[in-house]
């Protein structure tokens, strides 16, 4: 049995495409901030510190730029077919983690003084 697919409205069409692109821009936000910690000089923090961090953030670049189309495909779809939209499944995992970076960093900072 085929779904019944209608245009939506194209505001609600244009805020998924608007969430696509933030999802893309935090992906490079990230990915600047894991460079930026791996360019932190030795002093700062210990090298393997500065690695992990780095990693992290890097590694939550990648998942938010991979993640990003499928979940605007997977909303669009839910538009179209006047569906419950998809919970934000990742939400949680780029909220603790960038917190969790962070608080990490600053424990690094406090100690490293």
Same mark, same amino acid.
């Given at each position: 049995?085929?779904?019944?697919?209608?245009?939506?409205?194209?505001?609600?069409?244009?805020?998924?495409?608007? =969430?696509? *692109?933030?999802? *893309?821009?935090?992906?490079?936000? +990230?990915?600047? !901030? !894991? #460079?930026?910690?791996?360019? %932190?000089? /030795?002093? #700062?923090? #210990?090298?393997?510190? $500065? =690695?992990? *961090?780095? %990693?992290?953030?890097?590694? +939550?670049?990648?998942?938010?730029?991979?993640?990003?189309?499928? $979940?605007?495909?997977?909303?669009?779809?839910?538009?179209?077919?006047? /569906?419950p939209l998809?919970?934000?499944?990742?939400?949680?995992l780029f909220?603790? !983690?960038?917190? /969790?970076? /962070? %608080?990490?960093? +600053? %424990? *690094?900072?406090?100690?490293? $003084?």
């Amino acid at each position: 049995m085929k779904t019944l697919e209608s245009e939506p409205d194209p505001r609600f069409t244009l805020a998924n495409e608007r =969430t696509f *692109l933030t999802w *893309l821009s935090t992906s490079l936000a +990230l990915s600047a !901030g !894991g #460079v930026a910690m791996a360019a %932190v000089s /030795a002093d #700062v923090f #210990v090298p393997w510190m $500065r =690695t992990a *961090l780095a %990693v992290v953030l890097v590694s +939550l670049s990648a998942l938010s730029a991979a993640m990003a189309y499928p $979940r605007w495909r997977l909303i669009q779809r839910a538009l179209r077919r006047a /569906a419950p939209l998809p919970p934000p499944a990742l939400a949680p995992l780029f909220g603790y !983690g960038v917190a /969790a970076v /962070a %608080v990490f960093a +600053l %424990v *690094l900072i406090l100690l490293g $003084r």
